[in-house]
Structure formats: structure tokens, C-alpha cells
């Protein structure tokens, strides 16, 4: 996997829990593992029909915001929440969409689970009832087998930095996020030491949040249909045996 990828994997993960850990119905989740393949699963905008596929919803599916960032690749995330007992107590796929603008990267993951995760950050805005959370901390990437010295366990018990751990070298980088939630899908617009204030963030995940409800009768209906459409050709490849 390159370096980037999981510097942006493991940014998403403490944006998504942070240092916090939190409730589900196996224990105390204290620990979020994700992986993806350092080749792009897609290098267009998927189809709807191909996302419930790889990961069981529909996205929201944006090939360029107002903005000027555009869709550049996408991976499928494979994610596990693990309890204080190192037991499994969620896994599932999510999308960790990239958009690219004069080389600064937006990263837009988008998720569905059932273990309930506080948000991060305060609210910066809301969209019809739903609110945008905007989070921003130092993040210092390190290799796996990386020794905290004094002034690191200094500056993590301040929370002046969080740590992530398998980056190739060390790397400070500040991480802001603008996220929010439908339900039990999440959603994290994500930049890593990019030149986007807190408002045009935010601005980018109210335009993605407004898209969402504006088509969110169209999403599920389509999405019903799709899984109908599977489901029957299953059972049509079943009786043709």
C-alpha cells in the first residue's frame, strides 16, 4: 500500500472514533483496523449497481464539486471495530473516494455500520436538519516501529498531537474534516495539510449533503431495485443447475 493511502486511512479512522472509545453490544470498541489495495478499484466514477455490489449502498456518487475538485480514484475499505477483548465486533466494506485539484487532494469516505460513534469536532453547519461536524488536529505519521520519545508522550497527552502508526517516515501534517451522518452512513470529507479553510470545506460536504437528500428518495428506490434485480438472477442461475 503507498504511503498516502495509509496516511489517509489511518486520518480517517481517528477522525471517524478520535482517542475515544465508545459503547457497542460486544464491549467497549477500543480499536478501528482498515486496509485497502494500493491499486485503485476505480479509476471512474462507479455505477450505483457496482457499489452495492462491492459494498452494499449507494454512495453519493459526485464526478466534480463547484468547486473544481474532480473524481480521481477510488478504493473499496475493508474495516474492522474490535472490542477490549481484541474480538470483532463490526466489519464492513466502505468507499474512500479521491478528488484531485491542481494537485491537492480531497478525500471523501463514506461508510455504513451499526456501532454508534460520537462525532468529532462541533458543528459548523447543518443542511436540513442534519449536521456538518468540522474537526481539525496535528497528525504525526510514524513507522510501525516507531519509539515515542519524552516530548511525543508530552505533546500526546496534551492532545497537541495524535499518532498513526505505518507511514513509511515520520510526517507532521495538520488533518480537517467536515463529516456527518444519515442514519447509521457516515460520511467524512477529508484533507491532509491542503490550502481549504474551515468554510470551503464545509461548503464542499453541504453541497454532497444536499445532493443526498435531494435524490435520497431516487437512492432508495434504486437501490431496492438493484438488489430485486440480483436477487432474482441468482435464483434464475439456481434453477437453471
Partial sequence: MSKRKITAIAAAAVITCGAVVYAASSGIITSWYAS???????????????????????????????????????????NALHDDGDNVAEKFKSFDFTYDKDGEKIYFSQSKYDTQVPQEGEVADSVNGTDIYYYSYVNKFVPADYKLTDEDKKAEANGELVFSYGSGEVEVMTISSASWKDGNTHYSLMQMGGSLTKEQLVDMAKEAAEKKIKEASDYEERAAEIKLKRALTRIRVGEGK
Avoid: W
Fill in 36 to 78: 485497502s489495495g494500493s491499486r485503485p478499484d476505480f479509476k471512474t466514477l462507479p455505477a450505483e449497481e457496482q457499489c452495492i455490489k462491492d459494498c452494499g449502498f449507494v454512495p453519493i456518487l459526485i464526478d466534480e464539486f463547484s468547486n473544481g475538485y474532480s473524481f480521481e480514484a477510488g478504493h473499496i475499505v475493508d
